[in-house]
């Protein structure tokens, strides 16, 4: 279990980083030993959803997502993961072992007055949500992923497609110490910056918005936190069982990923019971900024039962 504060965020940083119309909060959680940092949006009385950003983000990356999720009747809760942005960045390889992170999530949960909440993850929060169904069913309603592979596929597309691997060199770069924390820091964050636009369609990140990502990444600690994601997963892959996910799912995937192939979704789509596929062309990898209306229609109705 955990508890729930208000933070000293301003209203003025949040009303500058969200679409106008959506009100939200900056509130602190600490859960599995660790504080994080929560946006909240919408009536607590409302059925819960819960937003989980990848690598390099962080709840910014949902920004286009959280106002129409709550206009469809939802209570939305974006969390800052360890070692991202506002949330405690705590220290050592280990604190990052995908049961940890797994973790955070079932408690961020049990701070709402509810057992159980749709779960949504992008990229590295994708494969916390997948986790998260496996290992602790009783808390996900309905599952919903975005361009992250299950991480049995994944782990079976290594082994037997090159086109796969060759994609996946950077994961091995960052196993070193303090060297690429160096390097994402050089210049001004410009290889994190190309991680971002280099990956996506024209015009996807804005210069504001990658201000934003360079204070994000700036803070203490930020960068060898959110690199140990990477670290634990090599070092202590996560290894699911290959029973069917209960949850019924929705598998959202940009075609057109440079990071991951596209057999990878509906490979990932195979391991659940009730499973629902919906491929973006002309998509990259960052379907939460390119297409956050087809998202979020996508994800209303699947959260619906429709």
């Known amino acids: 279990m955990g508890t729930d504060s208000r933070s000293t965020a301003s209203a003025a940083q949040l009303e500058a980083a969200l679409p106008p119309a959506v009100d939200a909060m900056s509130t602190r959680r600490t859960v599995n030993g660790v504080e994080l940092h929560v946006i909240t949006a919408g009536d607590p009385a409302d059925p819960v959803v819960?937003?989980?950003?990848?690598?390099?983000?962080?709840?910014?990356?949902?920004?286009?997502?959280?106002?129409?999720?709550?206009?469809?009747?939802?209570?939305?809760?974006?969390?800052?993961?360890?070692?991202?942005?506002?949330?405690?960045?705590?220290?050592?390889?280990?604190?990052?072992?995908?049961?940890?992170?797994?973790?955070?999530?079932?408690?961020?949960?049990?701070?709402?007055?509810?057992?159980?909440?749709?779960?949504?993850g992008h990229d590295w929060g994708g494969v916390v949500a997948w986790e998260l169904a496996c290992r602790f069913p009783e808390v996900v309603d309905r599952l919903a992923i975005v361009n992250a592979p299950h991480p049995t596929a994944y782990r079976r597309q290594l082994l037997s497609n090159p086109e796969q691997l060759r994609r996946s060199w950077y994961a091995v770069?960052?196993?070193?110490?303090?060297?690429?924390?160096?390097?994402?820091?050089?210049?001004?964050?410009?290889?994190?910056?190309?991680?971002?636009?280099?990956?996506?369609?024209?015009?996807?990140?804005?210069?504001?918005?990658l201000a934003r990502y360079r204070q994000a990444w700036d803070r203490d600690g930020a960068l060898t936190g959110m690199l140990n994601w990477y670290r634990a997963a090599l070092r202590d892959p996560p290894r699911l069982p290959t029973d069917q996910i209960d949850a019924p799912t929705l598998v959202v995937w940009g075609e057109d990923d440079a990071a991951l192939v596209p057999s990878l979704a509906v490979d990932s789509a195979g391991f659940c019971a009730t499973s629902r596929l919906e491929l973006l062309p002309a998509t990259s990898h960052w379907v939460p900024h390119e297409a956050p209306d087809r998202l979020c229609d996508h994800l209303t109705e699947h959260l619906e039962g429709r």
């Open 50 to 120: 819960v937003l989980l950003h990848g690598f390099p983000e962080y709840w910014h990356g949902w920004r286009e997502v959280i106002g129409p999720l709550v206009d469809a009747g939802y209570r939305v809760l974006v969390p800052d993961q360890r070692g991202y942005n506002r949330s405690e960045k705590p220290d050592g390889v280990p604190a990052y072992r995908t049961d940890e992170l797994t973790r955070d999530i079932v408690d961020v949960i049990a701070t709402e007055a509810c057992d159980t909440a749709h779960v949504v």
């Open 173 to 209: 770069c960052v196993q070193l110490p303090w060297l690429p924390e160096l390097a994402c820091r050089y210049d001004d964050y410009r290889l994190l910056e190309r991680a971002l636009r280099g990956t996506a369609a024209s015009g996807t990140f804005t210069d504001g918005e």
